[in-house]
T-cell receptor, first 113, second 110 residues
């Protein structure tokens, strides 16, 4: 238990569906991250939030839309995804963006049909 | 081209054996981190090495940072089934973000 929870743990959706991934951290951290983990590829950083403000968007397609209503919660809204978007989506948090230690959640395994 | 190359990609060994996995780059890093990711979970930080030539030990795990700070190795002594998982190395890049390697998937057979 790392103090970072993610729901749902598994999600299957069609290309026309709209769904959202949720991440919550109970560590009092101020920075939160979304990563994508695909088979045979390194973890890809998608978005970074620091004190609820987005500080990084690594050229992520607009069909992925993050939302950070407060420092403890992070959402990833999904719309019109493609099969190649199927992956494990990991949320992480750290004390702030200067911290070297990130705590990861268990991930949401997403399958796009 | 991956900035951090990890080898081997897959490793399957018997319980009690020793093993070494590698993380290599052509770039110099100020530090490198090692994570372990167990099936169905997210990565968990094991160690950060920051000084060239540094050796850190965590029970049966020994981590070494290369003198030139371009590579790192993880040696496990007397592997146990609980060591099974994906071992990832990561190095910092601009903006305090991290590059991750593709990982070494280790299976320890009882």
């Amino acid at each position: 238990e790392t103090g970072v929870t993610q729901t749902p743990r598994h999600l299957v959706m069609g290309m026309t569906n709209k769904k959202s991934l949720k991440c919550e951290q109970h560590l009092g951290h101020n920075a939160m991250y979304w990563y994508k983990q695909s088979a045979k590829k390194p973890l890809e950083l998608m978005f970074v939030y620091n004190f609820k403000e987005q500080t990084e968007n690594n050229s992520v397609p607009s069909r992925f839309s993050p939302e950070c209503p407060n420092s403890s919660h992070l959402f990833l809204h999904l719309h019109t995804l493609q099969p190649e978007d199927s992956a494990l989506y990991l949320c992480a948090s750290s004390q702030d963006i200067l911290s070297n230690e990130q705590f990861f959640g268990p991930g949401t395994r997403l399958t796009v049909l | 081209t991956q900035l951090l190359e990890q080898s081997p990609q897959f490793l399957s060994i018997q319980e009690g054996e020793n093993l070494t996995v590698y993380c290599n780059s052509s770039s110099v890093f100020s530090s490198l981190q090692w994570y372990r990711q167990e099936p169905g979970e997210g990565p968990v930080l094991l160690v950060t090495v920051v000084t060239g030539g540094e050796v850190k030990k965590l029970k049966r795990l020994t981590f070494q940072f290369g003198d030139a700070r371009k590579d790192s190795s993880l040696h496990i002594t007397a592997a146990q089934p609980g060591d099974t998982g994906l071992y990832l190395c990561a190095g910092p890049r601009a903006g305090n973000q991290f590059y991750f390697g593709t990982g070494t998937s280790l299976t320890v057979i009882p």
